[in-house]
């Protein structure tokens, strides 16, 4: 018997008395058990939820992403089982939908949607920013195609939710290391600039790796980076955007500009194109989703040039 158990199975067993189960364990769903003071972790409640199913539920949705690998969950989340019951317990939530064999698999002895699946109903139940985060961190640490969730989108055509997966898909990125990277990307996006390439190595002028930018464009000499601080959603949000040059010596990365809150997109977004070096051209951004007027890069590539090459 595990830490996490059905409590009748144990006591028919002969593993655990009544008065032993009582003294304890404490039930968390309802005959499911765990040793009182525990701290239950997102896998405890997910393997309880799935004993709580019977045995027959179909684990989906975040914490199936979490049993793949990916990052930065919360262990209140609740737990979504493929399943067949109109009365869940608090902390589970059940949908009775098809599910083929193709799209499951095994973390142990529990049954899984596979990686694409478990995006499919992520993209469709969450919304686009907590999707988009949660789908990055899956891409992360367990890669998929898209087109395998595209191809199940054809199979359950009509189904709920389709319409937003499908708006989220194309800007689902692997590099992100931590929502707030997510976030501060989809800021960059929803201004109206180009999609930034993420995870950009910077090398000195010996040819010797420096680090990595969060994101950024290469083209225009620029950067962005979550400073390590910050990284949890917790306190003040703060980004740094960074001009880099071809070579970048090691004492490089000064920050240029900071912004102390991401959630404004124009602030930041407006304070890094300036501090980038001009291409000979002025740059076209939507402010809050309004075009704004031409925005002319200006050029501060004297500012820094005791650093960059």
Excluded at 22 to 30: A, E
Excluded at 59 to 76: F, I, K, Q, R, Y
Excluded at 199 to 204: A, H, L
Excluded at 246 to 267: E, V, Y
Aim: aromatic share 8%.
């Amino acid at each position: 018997m595990g830490e996490i158990f059905i409590g009748t199975e144990a006591v028919a067993s002969g593993v655990v008395t009544r008065h032993e189960l009582q003294r304890w364990y404490r039930p968390f769903y309802p005959n499911v058990h765990a040793p009182k003071g525990r701290d239950l972790s997102l896998r405890d409640r997910t393997v309880g939820a799935w004993l709580w199913s019977k045995r027959n539920g179909i684990v989906t949705g975040v914490a199936a992403s979490a049993l793949h690998g990916a990052e930065w969950m919360d262990d209140d989340v609740p737990v979504e089982l493929l399943w067949n019951c109109t009365r869940p317990p608090k902390g589970i939530i059940v949908r009775n939908e098809r599910v083929d064999t193709d799209e499951l698999t095994w973390v142990g002895e529990i049954p899984v949607t596979t990686p694409a699946r478990t995006a499919f109903d992520i993209g469709r139940y969450l919304k686009r920013g907590e999707a988009i985060a949660r789908l990055d961190a899956l891409m992360r640490a367990r890669p998929f195609s898209i087109e395998d969730v595209m191809l199940l989108a054809k199979r359950y055509k009509g189904a709920r939710g389709v319409a937003r997966l499908k708006a989220a898909l194309p800007l689902v990125d692997g590099g992100a290391a931590s929502p707030q990277e997510t976030r501060l990307r989809l800021l960059f996006i929803d201004a109206g600039l180009p999609r930034p390439t993420t995870q950009i190595p910077v090398f000195d002028e010996d040819g010797e790796f420096v680090r990595f930018l969060d994101m950024g464009w290469e083209d225009f000499m620029v950067g962005g980076s979550m400073t390590e601080s910050n990284i949890r959603p917790v306190g003040r949000n703060t980004s740094r955007i960074f001009v880099f040059g071809r070579r970048l010596r090691a004492s490089a990365g000064t920050s240029c500009a900071r912004s102390k809150r991401i959630s404004t997109p124009t602030w930041s977004i407006r304070r890094g194109m300036r501090w980038s070096r001009g291409v000979g051209g002025p740059l076209r951004f939507r402010r809050n989703g309004v075009p704004a007027a031409k925005v002319r890069v200006r050029a501060c590539w004297n500012t820094v040039s005791a650093q960059t090459n």
